[in-house]
């Protein structure tokens, strides 16, 4: 970052000596409360993470049709994700280019041009400017597109890039993982229902809440297909409560690998969390009971299966990309989540399923049966995550150890961490590691 933008982020977080609380972040702990509470680093969290970081947005399936569009609005930035005329996904600033209103003000909807309800400016899906009444002669329409924002699409994922420069390795990342995506067709989808949670707490334990399943007991309803012992990464860690689950989830795991290597679907465990800019995580892993879905019992919601694979019984693919995107996809629909910052204090959790376009409600599947188990499992998280949010507000809250299944809420931290210390150039005196690399 230029020296300038770094004094300029300096000066607005003096009062929480922000620039020392990320210096001497200690590994292994949850984060002092400051990160989750004060306005300071909130706007941090936008200006250095949110601002500068590949953000998951939409699903390819919102903005099926030319003139559909969605528009995704943290702190004080607005963006237009939008389908050209050409069948192109772009995305451009939702600031008219006349005396800057706000253009867009809906969530999302369809179109054929953009309207400024001010003046009336007018564009094209593709930013460029195709009206603006009563100018002076010489007026040059082409120099005042909508300024537009980096967006790429990943096998039917929608992210953007606000930055200048936006992290490179999105490309790496992409190679990585389309072919792990690209089998269940999330491009040819279509939602079948999507919900906006607002969590009362900060983004950053909405993040580390999902990153691991030490509080699953908390999910009655999922656990019923979902193996608790995901975490734990040795059997020596794993309660002896867990025993009998664990030797169930090997035995199943065993039979699934055949399944996959039978239908040539990768299904091994990469995990860069923390290791660059655009961390993630993606790999396959079985479902108990049926081990086809997110259902009481583990069998399809839907009859109609998103891939061309002509087996339910795929477990589910599973992936998190930093900062703010996670997804499960089984054989039959597909969830994908983003999170979006609201305020310290508060955030948006946005839960899209994704079915077979040609799939019709009350025939191949019924909607509450397909969503129920996830739209209870997330309600059960966002009163956890209000319950982080009360207990860290309190002066008496001071930072916890992380256990050996927090692993992955550890790499979250570190990364978060690592990418503010990058970004606002600040020298590490704590003991996490400066990890990432650019
Ligand atoms: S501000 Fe948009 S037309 Fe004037
Ligand atoms: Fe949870």
Redesign the pocket.
């Known amino acids: 970052m230029t020296a300038s933008s770094v004094a300029h982020a300096a000066a607005r977080a003096p009062e929480h000596d922000a620039r020392t609380l990320i210096a001497d972040r200690v590994a292994g702990q949850s984060l002092p409360a400051p990160f989750y509470v004060s306005r300071d680093f909130f706007d941090l969290d936008v200006d250095e993470i949110f601002s500068k970081s590949w953000l998951f947005v939409a699903t390819e399936a919102e903005i099926a049709e030319p003139g559909d569009y969605v528009t995704i609005t943290f702190s004080t930035r607005s963006v237009i994700v939008a389908r050209d005329d050409d069948g192109r996904v772009r995305a451009h600033h939702n600031v008219?280019?006349?005396?800057?209103?706000r253009?867009l003000t809906d969530p999302s909807g369809s179109t054929g041009t953009f309207v400024?309800?001010?003046?009336?400016?007018t564009y094209g899906m593709d930013g460029r400017l195709e009206f603006?009444d009563a100018q002076a002669p010489g007026f040059d329409r082409s120099c005042y597109s909508l300024r537009s924002v980096h967006v790429r699409s990943i096998a039917g994922l929608v992210f953007i890039c606000l930055a200048d420069d936006p992290p490179a390795d999105i490309d790496e990342v992409a190679a990585i993982v389309e072919p792990y995506l690209a089998p269940h067709r999330l491009a040819e989808a279509k939602v079948a229902k999507q919900t906006d949670l607002i969590e009362d707490g900060n983004w950053k334990l909405t993040m580390e809440n999902n990153r691991e399943c030490y509080h699953c007991d908390g999910h009655p309803e999922l656990l019923n297909v979902f193996f608790p012992t995901w975490g734990y990464s040795d059997t020596g860690s794993i309660p002896s409560r867990l025993g009998p689950v664990y030797d169930r989830y090997r035995r199943v795991t065993s039979e699934q690998v055949e399944i996959w290597d039978r239908h040539d679907l990768p299904h091994s465990r990469i995990e860069q969390l923390d290791t660059r800019p655009t961390g993630f995580h993606v790999e396959r892993e079985a479902l108990d009971l049926a081990g086809e879905s997110f259902t009481l019992d583990g069998s399809a919601a839907c009859g109609r299966l998103l891939t061309d694979i002509g087996e339910a019984r795929l477990g589910r693919l599973s992936m998190h990309l930093q900062p703010n995107m996670w997804l499960h996809v089984t054989s039959d629909h597909a969830l994908v989540f983003s999170v979006i910052p609201i305020a310290a204090d508060k955030t948006l959790v946005r839960t899209t399923w994704l079915v077979h376009r040609n799939a019709v409600e009350g025939v191949d599947y019924d909607l509450d049966h397909l969503t129920g188990v996830w739209e209870t499992t997330n309600q059960q998280d966002a009163d956890l995550v209000a319950l982080a949010q009360s207990g860290i507000s309190s002066p008496a809250y001071v930072p916890g150890p992380y256990g050996p299944s927090e692993f992955q809420v550890e790499a979250f931290v570190n990364w978060y961490v690592t990418m503010l210390r990058r970004r606002l150039d600040i020298p590490t005196t704590g003991t996490a590691s400066d990890a990432a690399s650019a």
């Open positions: 008219c280019r006349h005396r800057g209103a253009l400024c309800t001010y003046h009336s400016w603006a």
